[in-house]
T-cell receptor
Framework: EAQVTQNPRYLITVTGKKLTVTCSQN?????MSWYRQDPGLGLRQIYY???????DKGDVPEGYKVSRKEKRNFPLILESPSPNQTSLYFC??????????????????FGQGTRLTVV | KQEVTQIPAALSVPEGENLVLNCSFT??????LQWFRQDPGKGLTSLLL?????REQTSGRLNASLDKSSGRSTLYIAASQPGDSATYLC??????????FGTGTLLAVQP
């Protein structure tokens, strides 16, 4: 089954304790990204990756890191979490780098979400 | 800067009613527009994707239209069912290579 898998689904942590949220896709997609969803603000992109070893900042990258060592995995790292990073996080993947294949079906697939609480 | 707006923010309808959800965007230079469904505690499920060259897409009881010139898309749901209750999100893909989301419409279908 084609899917994007995030872990953990729920996480409560303390300020300053490093954490990693994993994301894995089994569709051989090149493009992966992370979003956070907050009430009244909708979904905002944190980081994205066009391919292995190619990552770039989205709209709200402060306080986050990512890596793309393998095509299927795109972990989100919070080196020193703070309460303002309490949010619902989504990982997404799609078949191609958008700008090269905009005329094709570039449907985005999303993971189930990770609800993070930083106290 | 692309801005995406969804109206209404919330909608409650009786079962069986046909309904329309609206999505507006400010920059017509989009590559595609995608409609998603979000259930509480779950991820986003893609419903329909309309490429910039298309006018509409259909899947079962769902029909999505796109009018780039006016910056509007609609999602039509026919014969609504309680199982359709969810938050519906639209998102535009443009030259910035990321999806820009609206804040969603919360739909409740009453039995």
């Amino acid at each position: 089954e084609a899917q994007v898998t995030q872990n953990p689904r729920y996480l409560i942590t303390v300020t300053g304790k490093k954490l990693t949220v994993t994301c894995s896709q089994n569709m051989n997609h090149e493009y992966m990204s992370w979003y956070r969803q907050d009430p009244g603000l909708g979904l905002r992109q944190i980081y994205y990756s066009m391919n292995v070893e190619v990552t770039d900042k989205g709209d709200v990258p402060e306080g986050y890191k990512v890596s793309r060592k393998e095509k299927r995995n795109f972990p989100l790292i919070l080196e020193s979490p703070s309460p303002n990073q309490t949010s619902l996080y989504f990982c997404a993947s799609s078949p191609k780098g958008y700008y090269r294949d905009y005329h094709r079906n570039t449907e985005a697939f999303f993971g189930q979400g990770t609800r993070l609480t930083v106290v | 800067k692309q801005e995406v707006t969804q109206i209404p923010a919330a909608l409650s309808v009786p079962e069986g009613e046909n309904l329309v959800l609206n999505c507006s965007f400010t920059d017509s230079a989009i590559y595609n527009l995608q409609w998603f469904r979000q259930d509480p505690g779950k991820g986003l499920t893609s419903l329909l994707l309309i490429q910039s060259s298309q006018r509409e897409q259909t899947s079962g009881r769902l029909n999505a239209s796109l009018d780039k010139s006016s910056g509007r898309s609609t999602l039509y749901i026919a014969a609504s069912q309680p199982g359709d209750s969810a938050t519906y999100l639209c998102a535009c893909l443009g030259a910035t290579n990321k999806l820009i989301f609206g804040t969603g419409t919360l739909l409740a279908v009453q039995p």
